[in-house]
């Protein structure tokens, strides 16, 4: 099959792929035992860690490897029955959604992903709003106790 580059199977497909580690280790992994240390599973709906974009074309920082070929994330995209034809959902996603599409929702991912420091500073922004939130509605009701006729039945 002759993949068109448009970055579809790398963002929305569950597919097993050789885990980040490895691959910038460079190490050896044509042998099955490495492969299965190697190997992760990528959730669909998350971009592959080893994508990135040339202008519109998605590459792959793992297909120069020579051992790339004998890895899972090779045989999975082996759709087609001839391997000179050019994969059906990509031609179908480019025709349909347009050329920038998948790497735009990549983008839009990772404008979402949040590093632990963002992740506990929002925490501690909501818990800080929410005490907020908290004293000042105490200090309205008690100010409402306060007042002739704030409380019920007075």
């Not at 990549?106 to 992740?119: A, W």
């Amino acid at each position: 099959m002759i993949c068109l580059d448009c970055g579809l199977c790398c963002i929305q497909f569950d597919v097993v792929i050789i885990s980040p580690d490895y691959a910038r280790e460079g190490l050896d992994v044509e042998d099955f035992s490495t492969m299965k240390k190697a190997a992760i599973i990528k959730k669909g709906r998350n971009p592959c860690p080893h994508l990135y974009w040339e202008g519109d074309q998605s590459r792959c920082m793992v297909h120069h490897y020579s051992w790339y070929d004998t890895t899972p994330c090779y045989h999975y995209g082996q759709i087609e029955s001839d391997p000179r034809q050019f994969c059906r959902s990509g031609a179908w996603s480019i025709w349909n959604l347009g050329i920038t599409y998948w790497k735009d929702e990549h983008q839009k991912f990772n404008d979402n992903v949040k590093t632990p420091e963002q992740i506990k500073d929002q925490f501690s922004k909501i818990k800080e709003n929410s005490e907020n939130a908290r004293s000042t509605l105490i200090l309205q009701s008690k100010n409402l106790r306060q007042m002739p006729g704030g409380t019920r039945g007075g």
